[in-house]
């Protein structure tokens, strides 16, 4: 029977992208692991492998179709034997859109990333076709390739009751080769789930009203892409959800400023040139393995208390901002973070980082101090229980602690608090760590 290749959803955030170009045509053989299309999601372009092996029957949306919405069907995928004329027959003849409420993890995304790391299913072969796409107890698809329908089929096996291995829990040949027959477990009483109040709509004017108030003035409609719609969602769910509250200190740079330009003088040599911001990335996360209450993020019902600084930096591109994350940052050298620094904001303004590099992390920075800010308030990234948003140092006249009155580099940061996740004190605490570690430089060498 011929299958559907569906729409995948290439990060947890998308629900809609744009089918950017086919890599294969109708007719095409393909093996898992080769590349079939590229597709732009909300915050890159990726390419989209295919998982299993066959003939592209029929594409059924074109290149450059935008608003393509997750799991709908894009491509119809033909095992050995069968022709395009079985297609008019079969299921995957008509495109559907999917329910995509919530992007849905498809059985066709071969992975995060574009590599070909994938080893190909070995396919057998046979004249009885494969069953249907099996469902479970609440009416959702449940995915499996061909050959493992076909086999459990055999062997008399419920698909409902075998854990997939394969991409984003696929059932594969290997899964139901080694499960046995087992008697269908009874159905408990179904609960209705605890579900999260949904985020109030945003109150305001609707877009026909706000354009009839301009009627007559010359102006241009901005189409929103994807990264905008989603930056948009998730700050305005952020702002409505996320209980804020709002420290604020200053740090005196000046020591920190003549212990950097010493250490770029030594690594000069080596091609290596530190940044302010490299210091404020290692701060952050020995301040998060010092007060490591405050290492965590809000996950619904419950908070998730990492262990390593996964610090994530907000980096501004053309349309919008990535915040990639520096994992494992308090491990790093100040060379080894400015290099991947630097790496990772190049990648995010090609939009060319991969969904694990910009997804995850604990704490965020913001700076805005190359731009002459001197201070702002940050919005959280959910999950997030924090960020920082980094104001630009100026000279200001400051009383040292014997009354002498001078003259000091100094700069301002708000750290904006999940107060579900952090209390007061304990945000004090953190942004106390984080001050300590850049008045004294020296310390996050120790």
Request: glycine content about 8%; aromatic content about 4%.
């Amino acid at each position: 029977m011929p299958t559907e290749i569906l729409m995948p959803a290439l990060s947890p955030t998308m629900e809609e992208g744009t089918l950017a170009k086919w890599l294969v045509k109708e007719g095409d053989t393909v093996n898992a692991g080769d590349l079939l299309a590229e597709i732009e999601t909300d915050k890159a372009t990726m390419e989209f492998e295919a998982v299993d092996e066959g003939t592209i029957g029929k594409i059924l949306i074109e290149d450059g179709t935008e608003g393509v919405k997750v799991n709908t069907p894009i491509a119809v995928l033909l095992e050995e034997g069968e022709s395009a004329d079985d297609i008019k027959s079969g299921e995957s003849s008509t495109p559907k859109s999917a329910d995509a409420k919530e992007p849905a993890k498809d059985e066709r995304a071969g992975g995060e990333g574009s590599g070909k790391g994938k080893s190909a299913e070995p396919v057998a072969k046979s004249d009885t076709p494969a069953p249907a796409a099996p469902k479970d107890d609440s009416g959702e698809r449940i995915f499996a390739s061909p050959l493992a329908r076909r086999i459990a089929a055999d062997k008399g096996l419920d698909l409902r009751q075998i854990k997939g291995s394969g991409p984003h829990g696929r059932i594969v040949r290997a899964d139901v080769e080694e499960a046995k027959p087992a008697a269908a477990p009874a159905k408990e009483a179904a609960k209705p789930a605890d579900k999260a109040p949904a985020p109030a709509e945003a109150s305001g004017p609707s877009s026909d009203a706000v354009m009839a108030m301009y009627e007559g003035r010359e102006f241009e409609e901005v189409k929103l892409d994807g990264m905008r719609k989603t930056i948009a969602a998730r700050l305005t769910e952020a702002k409505q959800t996320v209980p804020h509250f709002y420290l604020r200190r200053e740090i005196k740079l000046d020591a920190l400023l003549k212990f950097r330009g010493d250490l770029n003088k030594q690594l000069e040599p080596r091609g290596v040139k530190l940044s302010v911001n490299d210091f404020i990335i290692k701060a952050c996360a020995l301040a998060l393995q010092a007060v490591p209450d405050a290492n965590a993020v809000w996950a619904g019902d419950k908070v998730l208390k990492l262990k390593p600084s996964d610090v994530a930096v907000a980096v501004a591109i053309e349309g919008g901002l990535f915040t990639p994350v520096l994992k494992d940052a308090e491990m790093k050298s100040l060379s080894a973070l400015s290099a991947e620094m630097k790496d990772l904001a190049t990648r995010a303004r090609d939009r060319k980082l991969s969904p694990q590099e910009y997804q995850g992390g604990t704490f965020a920075i913001s700076n805005l101090g190359m731009f002459g800010i001197e201070n702002f308030d940050a919005v959280i990234n959910p999950p997030h229980g924090a960020i920082l948003a980094v104001g630009a140092g100026q000279k200001k006249p400051v009383v040292e602690t014997d009354g002498e009155l001078t003259v000091a580099t100094v700069m301002s940061v708000t750290l904006s608090v999940d107060h579900r996740v952090i209390d007061g004190a304990m945000g004090a605490e953190l942004l106390q760590q984080i001050v300590e570690n850049l008045e004294n430089p020296m310390v996050m060498l120790a």
